[in-house]
């Protein structure tokens, strides 16, 4: 799936012909399309539905409040089922039969790495998705490009910056899926949590998704560690993991990254999910402080909505800021322009979907804070307070 196929390489062709027959640039006014290959089954389906969700409901506010310039944003998507090839089908299609597509959401790592020098070389779109990959994190190579948070390398300087404040020498182990996705952060955060002056005792490398790992979780009894962060998985086999090591008598502390931190998911683990913790870079729906756009989607959707629809609405929300950002200064809606406007956000007040004003440094936006799972409330509660890793 992340390489490039006979069928990838064929789409991209027939996307560069179809573009080509285009102006870039031809329309000047109407609507602004957002495109999207979106995972609406599959793995990550219940990511896709929920970044579905916050998007529209993004757009819908922007909307009602006139547009941007007088001009309304649209939804363009279809699903992808998570497969890079159909990922990259629905791109020609969509950027095919609509016109002012100047923005776009990919779903996976994979997609954003094949399509990035198809952008390149229509310089009318800027695009972000639902990876959070440290390579992203690349203005130059990535330019056209974004991510609407901490890339996983930033989330794991989050988590190893609020371990060294409160445990100064702690003992880590890193459990990471052997996926591209889980190998992602190992390397360079191994060299912060030195910096920091923590210990990354041992290294543990799973199948995503593993059913038995007794012999993992033995190597955890032998370390010993304060800390065990797990990144790579959504939930399994974290739940296993803790059980054991409680079994065990291991007083370990557990942590995730952002696609195992929706409260929703550890609601039927019960008991065994209580104290586990994880960096966030958004707000929950259900967080009390104040937060007036946590508010306004709460009137629009009354029930519980997941993590995945946080980071649709904040992704939609930077989209309108750097194209509104362009057309203030009278300029052109392409990738440059676009990209350039997106940099030029300092102090953006969110409306509390982060609790603190952000800043668009380069690709990510990098921030975030520590919430720890109660299972008896079954919510995530906020344990530390924001924290920047802005270099």
Known sequence: MLGMTKRTFMALAASSALVTAVPAFAQESGEIVIGGSLPLTGVFGFAGVAIEAGIQDYIKIINEEGGIHG?????????????????????NK?????????????DSTAFSRTINPELVRRGDMIMAGASFATEINDPVNFAPQFIAGPDYTE???ILLEYIAKEKPGAKLVFVNSDTEFGRDPIASST????????????????PPGAVDVSTEVLKLRRARP???????YILAPLPEFMTQAKQLGLDTKFMGTFWSMDSSI??????????????????????EEEAPMLERIRQMRPTYQATGYMQGFLTAMLMSEAVKRTLDEGKEL???????????????????IIGVPISVPGNTVPVGRIYQYDAGEKKMQPVSDWIS???
Do not use: C
């Open 71 to 91: 001009r309304k944003l649209r939804l363009a998507y279809e699903d992808t089922g998570y497969q890079v090839d159909q990922s990259v089908a629905v791109f």
């Open 94 to 106: 969509l950027t095919s039969q609509n016109e002012n597509m100047h923005l776009y959401y990919g």
């Open 155 to 157: 989330m794991y300087s």
């Open 191 to 206: 060299a912060r949590a030195k910096e920091l002056g923590l210990e990354v005792v041992d290294q543990i490398i799973t």
């Open 226 to 232: 304060d800390y065990a962060i797990f990144h790579g």
């Open 266 to 287: 550890w609601e039927s683990v019960g008991d065994v999910a209580d104290g586990f913790m994880g960096v966030m870079p958004y707000r929950y729906y259900y967080d």
């Open 334 to 352: 392409t990738s440059t322009n676009m990209k350039a406007a997106m940099n030029s956000i300092k102090d953006f007040d969110t409306g509390g």
């Open 389 to 391: 890793v802005a270099e």
